[in-house]
């Protein structure tokens, strides 16, 4: 009998069955596998308070896509369960809703059993993943502590890091260092944002700025000495802003660009106003607009100027560093070990391709860390193999593997769910029901299948009612059967006929008959 207790709702084949059917029913697996790692998009019925959302059993469903986006109207939050509560899995699920009501944008919170929720606010993406235990079972966010090595890059037309989800908490960044740690952070007790010393938000503060944009420094600020006559120099060491409201102010509201110049020995920088653009950049040189290394617009922030040259994120490691960088010349995406662009590519993103390693001979895997059980995607590359299979290590437990000649090789058997069929004028999937049953209850016509795919393999089985019949059955023309002789059913109450079909690219035609079987 078809189980489906794994964790993408594929169908199990125990020892023994599905004789014959097999490559379809592993083919129907793949392709479920593969919807396992596409887009998927599920619309939520409007103005609903509860959405479920079940992975099917054998066939293809938005709620097995590893990307996960719902869209519909909201005027409330929207309690979603995602089934079944066995499942552990990850996804990135998306909340595209609309607002319908006048309070909105609205929140999505995603559930699985009675334990813990994840809260994904309206137009964010989350990683989710669901612990599968069942009535008590939970999702957990699973980017809560992420560790980046490196470099990271935010590209695209509006790039946005947000920090925070809107909760009553603090937030911060901390800048780990060998002898010294510093930090910038929300106080959101104070309502502040805080710079200072160590790793905790507020304790040994450098700069504090209020809901006012008041701008507080616990320390004196030191300015560099140097010999100038001209107008306008500050010709300090140490300048202090004090008072009730102290303010600096670069520029006096004019059409002009206005800059700090750092007025190196061998290279000066500059942090400015690009006016005319609206734009504030830090770049190379001392004119502002030339050679901008970072420019912030409105809410986005941008690493390099158009320039045909490598923009790159390098975090410098004690033992490795690791770079996400821009590779200009081939127009990739490139996350890499090393400081180098292009060199040592762990993963690269090209156009809408996302490629791991970079041709070395290497395995490359991608690992699903769970609870209880861990699994992996991985190519085997000394056998050059793909390989599916259970815990972390490639080439070990391996569930299926497919090798350079396309052969895909499973090991343990597979099968394929027998699914009922309507009597009458019988329409018949041959994707969806490849191991079908049909029960006569009267006169009846089986239609010509559809999706139907040459190479194909679907059975049927065929009972009499057990006290109203017996009744004829009529094939239609896309049938074959040998010497063009249609069978005659076994008219006798509690017996089967089993019928075979294979798929030549325009005739479904039989390979095997059975009759007079005892029903089961």
Not at 197 to 215: H, K, M, R
Not at 348 to 359: A, E, H, K, R
Request: hydrophobic share 35%; aromatic share 6%.
């Amino acid at each position: 009998m078809a189980t489906y207790v794994n964790d993408l709702r594929l169908k199990e084949i125990g020892t023994g069955e599905s004789s014959g059917t097999w490559g379809s029913e592993t083919n129907t697996n793949l392709e479920l596998i593969a919807e396992a790692f596409s887009f998927g998009t599920e619309a939520i019925t409007s103005n609903a308070d509860t959405h479920t959302t079940t992975i099917a059993d054998g066939s293809t469903d938005p709620g097995r896509s590893i990307f996960l986006k719902y869209t519909g109207a909201l005027d409330s939050d929207c309690t979603i369960t995602i089934g079944p509560n066995t499942v552990s899995k990850l996804w990135f699920i998306e909340n595209a809703t609309t607002d319908s009501g006048s309070s909105g944008p609205y929140n999505i919170i995603i559930k699985q059993g009675t334990g813990a929720t994840v809260t994904v606010p309206n137009s964010h993406v989350k990683a989710i993943y669901s612990d599968g235990a069942g009535s008590g079972g939970a999702m957990v966010e699973a980017l809560t502590d992420l560790n980046l090595k490196d470099t990271v890059t935010i590209s695209g037309t509006t790039p946005t890091l947000t920090i925070g989800d809107a909760g009553a908490e603090d937030t911060k960044i901390v800048f780990d260092g060998n002898a010294q740690d510093f930090y910038m952070g929300l106080d959101d007790s104070a309502d502040d944002l805080v710079i200072g010393l160590g790793s905790a938000v507020g304790t040994t503060p450098a700069i504090e700025i209020d809901e006012n944009q008041d701008i507080k420094f616990a320390q004196s600020i030191g300015v560099g000495q140097a010999a100038s006559s001209t107008t306008g120099d500050i010709v300090a060491q140490t300048m202090a802003l004090k008072g009730t409201t102290p303010t600096l102010t670069i520029g006096d509201a004019g059409a002009e660009d206005t800059k700090i110049v750092f007025d190196g020995n061998a290279k000066d920088f500059y942090v400015g106003l690009d006016d005319s653009a609206d734009k504030l950049v830090i770049g190379e040189g001392s004119t502002v607009g030339t050679n901008n290394i970072l420019t912030i617009t409105d809410d986005t922030v941008t690493l390099g100027d158009g320039a045909a040259a490598d923009t790159a994120i390098v975090f410098d490691g004690n033992a490795k560093d690791f770079y996400v960088a821009l590779d200009d010349s081939a127009d990739k995406l490139v996350i890499g070990e090393g400081s180098t662009v292009g060199t040592n590519n762990i993963l690269t993103i090209t156009d809408d391709t996302v490629t791991l390693g970079d041709g070395a001979a290497v395995d490359t895997s991608i690992v699903f860390d769970g609870n209880a059980q861990d699994f992996y995607v991985a190519l085997d590359d000394s056998a050059d193999d793909l390989l599916l299979g259970v815990g972390s290590t490639v080439g070990s437990n391996v569930a299926l593997s497919i090798d350079e000649n396309q052969v895909v090789t499973a090991e343990t058997s597979a099968n394929i769910k027998q699914v009922a069929l309507t009597d009458g004028t019988v329409s018949w999937d041959a994707r969806a029901a490849a191991n079908a049953f049909l029960l006569l209850e009267e006169n009846s016509t089986i239609s010509a299948p559809s999706n139907n795919t040459e190479g194909a393999i679907i059975s049927i089985e065929v009972a009499q009612h057990s006290s109203s019949g017996p009744y004829t059955l009529a094939w239609n023309s896309v049938f074959e059967f040998v010497g063009d002789v249609t069978p005659t059913m076994t008219a006798t109450d509690a017996k089967t006929d089993i019928y075979t079909f294979r798929y030549n690219g325009s005739k479904w035609q039989n390979i095997g008959i059975s009759q007079n079987l005892t029903q089961s």
